[in-house]
């Protein structure tokens, strides 16, 4: 008990001095003055709380171990019997869910769904390769500064940008590839950080092609068969939307067509990665993650399959960047700084790494609880912090693992 209680207090003094700072002080700006002001609460209580968790840590986690929770769900063999009803039934509720929410709800939800498909995208790399990429948001500007530039300097429309930016950020995943093939682990993960932040720091200060950190404004909309959703259209001899169907104009309306858009292009990722999961290169890339000695004994070639999840994983960036800027309709260097990459590494990590449905279910939550608690704004990634940490130690695998097969031996 002494050890347990020594041990608590040395965890209570530090997160006294960690939440000092953080928690318990606040600039206040009144007019040309600036002070600070204390809030000793949100320090007691982070301090209390620290405390009985750590001295009581060891009944609580037995305490978790004996709660068994009821399965309601059927056998996974069953599962894989309604599959295509359950799929069918989530489409179908996704496709009519935005037309009986509000305007802001559906907002929210484009943005769920652009870093639904940035998840998607590096958990071919990190879950299923298990290659750890700190730079994947380099990728996602690529896509993104793609689509706005061959639109500026070209004329060329969404529909024609969307593959040649899927293209282009596949390109550069393949000449990160290249450099990193020898690399494993933390070296690894300092080179694709810095491939990041080289990216960042050429958008930043290319003046003449990228306008710099001023960034590109004026990006289209996408279009509905080249029917416009504007009031009045943009391109010379267009339609718009609600003129070509006799309707009257509602600004809902393209909120609306880039959330359903959105909803398309995470099917399409979906149902691509769940395709090449079940060929021989997504079982070279679960080969690869298990041990890179047995799968090079097997004849398999480590470089090609590195190369090819850079490759198709960035692909999916790309695609999500080019729909970020049409939905933008302007971007800047500052749009795909770190902290970007941190996020969606986060919902990789957070969902379950090799999961799909856990890659979607965290996108969704680390994109929607924030801003539906604005009043925890300021404390938003302590919270973030927090709940990550909370993860690695009581489920480490994810809020829904990937079922890996397995053959036990006899014994």
């Given amino acids: 008990m002494a050890t347990r209680l020594k041990e608590a207090g040395i965890a209570a003094a530090l997160m006294l001095v960690l939440a000092v700072p953080i928690l318990g002080i606040n600039i206040v700006i009144d007019g040309p003055s600036t002070h600070l002001e204390g809030e000793p609460l949100p320090v007691v209580i982070a301090v209390f ?18 709660v068994k929770v009821p399965t309601l769900l059927p056998t996974p063999e069953r599962m894989e019997s309604y599959r295509p009803a359950i799929l069918t039934v989530l489409i179908a509720v996704a496709l009519i869910w935005p037309f009986t929410a509000s305007r802001g709800a559906v907002d929210i939800a484009t943005l769920a769904l652009i ?11 990190v879950g299923f390769a298990g290659l750890l990429d700190l730079g994947y948001v380099a990728f996602y500007a690529v896509g993104a500064y793609s689509y706005a530039l061959l639109t500026e300097y070209f004329g060329l429309s969404f529909w024609t940008c969307l593959p040649i930016s899927a293209a282009m950020a596949g390109l550069f995943g393949c000449v990160l590839g290249f450099p990193v093939l020898r690399l494993r682990g933390d070296y690894l993960a300092i080179v694709t950080l810095g491939f990041g932040e080289i990216i960042r720091l050429v958008l930043n200060n290319w003046d003449s092609l990228t306008n710099g950190p001023n960034g590109i404004g004026d990006i289209p909309k996408p279009t509905l068969f080249g029917l416009e959703f504007s009031r009045q259209p943009e391109m010379e001899g267009g339609t718009t939307f609600h003129e070509f169907f006799g309707l009257d104009y509602s600004g809902g309306d393209k909120v609306v067509f880039l959330y359903l858009l959105a909803t398309v292009l995470v099917i399409f990722t979906l149902y691509i990665i769940n395709r090449l ?30 190369l090819s999840a850079f490759t198709i994983g960035a692909s999916f960036a790309g695609f ?3 729909f970020f800027a049409a ?35 965290a996108a969704i939550a680390l994109t929607v609880l924030p801003e539906v608690a604005r009043q925890f704004e300021d404390y938003r990634m302590l919270i973030f912090g927090l709940v990550m940490v909370l993860m690695m130690i009581w489920r480490p695998q994810g809020l829904l ?11």
């Fill in 401 to 411: 693992p990937a079922r890996r097969l397995r053959q036990e031996l006899p014994t």
């Fill in 115 to 125: 870093y639904v498909m940035l998840g998607l995208g590096l958990n071919i790399v």
């Fill in 320 to 322: 999500a960047g080019c």
């Fill in 277 to 306: 999961i079940r060929m021989p290169v997504g079982r070279a890339w679960e080969a690869l993650r298990e041990d890179e000695i047995a799968a090079r004994s097997l004849g398999l070639n480590p470089t090609t399959i590195k």
């Fill in 49 to 66: 709380a620290v405390f009985l968790v750590r001295l009581f840590h060891g009944p609580i986690a037995m305490a978790l171990g004996r």
């Fill in 327 to 361: 939905r933008q309709g302007f971007i800047d260097p500052k749009s795909f700084e770190f902290i970007e990459s941190a996020i969606v590494l986060a919902i990789v990590v957070l969902g379950g790494m090799g999961s799909q449905v856990g890659v979607i279910l």
